[in-house]
T-cell receptor, first 113, second 109 residues
Framework: NAGVTQTPKFQVLKTGQSMTLQCAQD?????MYWYRQDPGMGLRLIYY???????DKGEVPNGYNVSRLNKREFSLRLESAAPSQTSVYFC????????????FGEGSRLTVL | AQRVTQPEKLLSVFKGAPVELKCNYS??????LFWYVQYSRQRLQLLLR??SRESIKGFTADLNKGETSFHLKKPFAQEEDSAMYYC???????????FGTGTQLKVEL
């Protein structure tokens, strides 16, 4: 039982390049989230998906797009990467009950040069 | 809008000393509050939630609605408690978990 799996773990991009961060969960959870973690800023919500087929903006959505491919997978895409998007990205999922317990992936460290 | 404030970026204590990590929130509804912890090179994980009123690894946290606080406490710090701690507020209607900026706890020998 892997929980939440993110790929890649590390990535270096040049300004203007695009890439997709992949996330999959095997817990049959409805809700999935993408956060970014920056020093002194904590975790900030980028996008979330309450259920398959729906996505909503979080606190810092600019520069990102998401796809909820199916119940298991939720991807985050950077169409034209900028240095300000250098960060650690976390995917998380939430269980069936109406509770705030999230299960996190290991994180993806992205550097944009 | 909901907001979580953790005033200390870094808290350094000696082993065996009491620990208190501060968390204040603003939310007009009925809050559900959590503490998450991230140990070095590990993923973020749930430490405790206010609803369960439990003690995990010696940590407790009490929700004070009058002061809108949810401070995390431990009477005697251990070296293995060194980690980043995040307070978080869940708003069910919004289906979102809002995190504070985090407090790095360093327990020194």
């Amino acid at each position: 039982n892997a929980g939440v799996t993110q790929t890649p773990k590390f990535q270096v991009l040049k300004t203007g390049q695009s890439m997709t961060l992949q996330c999959a969960q095997d817990m049959n959870h409805n809700s999935m989230y993408w956060y970014r973690q920056d020093p002194g800023m904590g975790l900030r919500l980028i996008y979330y998906s309450a259920s398959e087929g729906t996505t909503d903006k979080g606190e810092v959505p600019n520069g990102y797009n998401v796809s909820r491919l199916n119940k298991r997978e939720f991807s985050l895409r950077l169409e034209s990467a900028a240095p300000s998007q250098t960060s650690v990205y976390f995917c998380a999922s939430r269980g069936q009950r109406n509770t705030g317990e999230l299960f996190f992936g290991e994180g993806s460290r992205l550097t944009v040069l | 809008a909901q907001r979580v404030t953790q005033p200390e970026k870094l808290l350094s204590v000696f082993k065996g000393a009491p620990v208190e990590l501060k968390c204040n929130y603003s939310y007009s509804g009925s809050p559900e509050l959590f503490w998450y912890v991230q140990y070095s090179r590990q993923r973020l994980q749930l430490l405790l939630r206010h609803i369960s009123r439990e003690s995990i690894k010696g940590f407790t946290a009490d929700l004070n609605k009058g002061e809108t606080s949810f401070h995390l406490k431990k009477p005697f710090a251990q070296e293995e408690d060194s980690a980043m701690y995040y307070c978080a507020l869940f708003t069910g209607g919004g289906n979102k978990l809002t995190f504070g900026t985090g407090t790095q706890l360093k327990v020194e020998l």
